[in-house]
């Protein structure tokens, strides 16, 4: 049986000035996406390089960033007009499977976890959420958990040292 390829991608992460950031990604199969500014600035961790790493470390392909390094658009959009009607058309056709679904949903939860967690044990929260207590105590320590938190520590380092106008760039699949 063949090895399965992963499509590959780098997915940048600009701080701007007024507490956002831009991400640009360039990938090898579907249109040329434009850049967008990112939702949830954080002065450690953004939201969407949490979900990046999130779905990396648990080899997430169905969610966001799998689908983005697959062809889709998810958050993004092409930059040449005349691509974002076929792009959109070609969507359209092919909607999330339930292995995507499923994927997502996990990126969310543990996206969701992974964040406080990290706030935590890195003294930027001195108590944890309310809703922490419904949790599953095994999933705080989990492993999938442990390696997200060893590389949003990583990011956490870089992304808070970088200066306005400063990137980061996380490969996709994540390399060795």
């Not at 199969?29 to 939702?39: K, T, Y």
């Not at 996990?106 to 929260?125: T, Y």
Request: glycine share 6%; aromatic share 8%.
């Amino acid at each position: 049986m063949a090895p399965t390829t992963v499509p590959a991608m780098d997915v940048t992460f600009t701080k701007l000035a007024g507490r956002r950031y831009l991400m640009t990604v360039v990938r090898e199969h579907g249109p040329e996406l434009a850049p967008r500014q990112g939702p949830g600035y954080h002065d450690y961790l953004p939201h969407d390089a949490v979900h990046f790493l999130v779905e990396a470390e648990a080899r997430l392909s169905g969610g966001a960033f799998g689908r983005i390094a697959a062809g889709r658009n998810n958050i993004f959009w092409p930059a040449d007009p005349a691509a974002r009607k076929r792009q959109a058309r070609h969507e359209a056709k092919r909607r999330p499977s339930p292995a995507e679904h499923a994927d997502m949903a996990r990126s969310e939860e543990l996206a969701s976890v992974c964040r406080p967690l990290w706030e935590l044990r890195s003294g930027h929260l001195a108590e944890p959420p309310s809703w922490f207590t419904r949790l599953d105590p095994a999933i705080l320590k989990s492993p999938v958990v442990e390696r997200v938190l060893a590389r949003l520590d990583e990011f956490a380092t870089t992304w808070h040292a970088l200066p306005t106008g400063g990137s980061v760039t996380l490969p996709w699949p994540t390399r060795a």
